[in-house]
């Protein structure tokens, strides 16, 4: 496919950030609302940002703005709650929250992943990224719950054998919650490699707020490809993109598509 242009472009970003706010992170959402102040005071004049929770409600919590003292605000009004609508939120803001026309549309997302809602599907949310060309990063603490689960596994485990079996349902539990933070990361590793983004998994929560600036110099920094498809039928299908350097030892981060126009 023969290129029109390529380049290293600086446009405006405008940023949803969405915080998971169901029971598994609440006791850590201090640490969310420095790391966010941060990401957002490494953003430029013209960026805008919103700000989405997510738990048993999606709720907008900032509409767009460019104003810290705005953000702030909002991130004051984040309070905890219980199950995880991981997908509905997601669909919310690649579809709702829309970007300016100039502007380069990104997700950031501090959850465990483990979608609790009975409304969206995973894929009806990756569908709605790639239809709205939105690249999603995820900040995810399962690193941090695992840690949490194998310890206390294990000491279950290294008890008497009347005490391994009074903790059988515990442990079973405890297995059961580990699986499913290995499906989450799965399906978290899916929908940020699908739309060009990265999915971070500190080992700390006191690393969140160097990952936020990590994130926020990446999306000022990206390169842009432009070309004009052979295939010029406006069928709305889904189109594949691969990107591929000459040299194998650089990865490229990119969407894996797009759906062309009817």
Do not use: C
């Amino acid at each position: 496919q023969p290129l029109s242009d390529f380049s290293l472009r600086k446009v405006p970003v405008d940023v949803v950030l969405m915080v998971d706010a169901s029971s598994s992170v609440s006791s850590n959402l201090d640490d969310f609302r420095k790391a966010a102040e941060g990401f957002a005071s490494h953003l430029a004049a013209d960026d805008r940002i919103s700000l989405i929770q997510f738990d048993d409600r999606v709720l907008l919590l900032q509409d767009w703005t460019k104003s810290l003292v705005q953000l702030r605000r909002a991130l004051r009004r984040v309070a905890p709650g219980m199950f995880t609508r991981f997908n509905d939120a997601l669909l919310l803001a690649a579809r709702d929250q829309m970007p300016r026309s100039n502007a380069r549309h990104a997700i950031i997302v501090l959850t465990d992943g483990i979608d609790s809602g009975r409304v969206t599907t995973f894929e009806t949310a990756l569908r709605a990224a790639l239809q709205s060309q939105t690249t999603v990063y995820i900040v995810s603490n399962s690193e941090i719950e695992r840690a949490k689960k194998q310890a206390e596994l294990s000491e279950l485990q290294a008890g008497t054998e009347s005490a391994v079996r009074f903790n059988e349902l515990k442990m079973n539990d405890l297995r059961l919650g580990l699986e499913a933070l290995s499906a989450s990361e799965q399906k978290m590793a899916q929908l940020t490699g699908s739309t060009g983004g990265r999915l971070y998994k500190p080992g700390s929560f006191n690393d969140l707020e160097r990952t936020y600036a990590e994130v926020a110099d990446e999306l000022r920094h990206q390169y842009a490809l432009y070309y004009s498809p052979t295939n010029r039928n406006r069928d709305g299908a889904f189109r594949r993109v691969r990107v591929e350097t000459r040299n194998p030892a650089l990865k490229v981060s990119a969407r894996i598509g797009y759906f062309a126009p009817k």
